[in-house]
């Protein structure tokens, strides 16, 4: 923060923290760390610099930049969304209000899968409704030997999931433009995943907290929130070798009804697993 000066009647930094965590209780869960995040790129701190030199004074270009980013976060903007950034499967990704958060429930679908990707193998699998292109990289990354598929029907998703890729240096993953595996024909795949969306268009949580900020169409899934599996369920077998796997993340509360759902389509080793939190979260079959 070359900026920085000491000035004793101004803010210093540890009373900011302590003023933006106080102010942000009412809109956030995480308000200590929010402030931490602001004040950080406000200032262009990282975690040391925000240790070592708490009891500097922004300047007043910083105090301005902190006060737009805080204003942002009042109003419930998502903190992934102000910074443009996101960690998941150890890689910090970029994202934009085009795509979906990487959430930590969703790197449980990418660890189930690997568990079944021997190291080495060839596959071609691919990852639909790709988002910011979370699961693809962290498979593609994880098996470099595969070819992984990413589709998703929105162009500035996929923009957000190209520019990771290249961040990453990642070439084994082709990106296309579709509705979920419209763009895969004539593709056979050892695997097919999805995060898709999976809540109810009556649910009350599309309208509060971060989530108001997210695509809904990452979100809404029709009536009964099954609508986007449903699909992906009915045409993934068009694609699937015999024997290939089907990886699905959905709501805690919808394991038996995906089960049902996967029984209905022919899909059988129906596996469910729970989320660190102790909620069914993925479910896994084969073709």
Known sequence: MKHAVRHDEAADIRSLLRKISSELQAASSTARLDAEVLVMLACGLDRSGLIKQDHLVPTGDQRRRLDELL??????????????????????????????????????LVEKALACIPPGAPWTIADLGTGSGAIALAIAAERPHCRVLAT?????????????????????IEFRAGDWNAPLAGEALDMVLSNPPYIRSDDPHLQEGDVRFEPQAALDAGADGLEAMRHIARHARQHLKPGGGLWLEHGGDQAGAVRDLLNAHGYRAIVCHRDPAGHERVTGCRA
Not at 90 to 100: F, K, N, Q, R, Y
Not at 152 to 172: E, H, I, T
């Open 152 to 172: 998703d029907r929105s162009p500035a998703a996929l923009d957000v999931a190209r520019a990771n890729a290249a961040k990453f240096g990642l070439s084994n």
């Open 71 to 108: 204003a942002r976060r009042k109003q419930g903007e998502p903190i992934a969304y102000i910074t443009g950034v996101r960690e998941f499967w150890s890689m910090e990704l970029m994202v934009s209000p085009a795509v979906l958060i990487p959430r930590p429930e969703t790197e449980l």
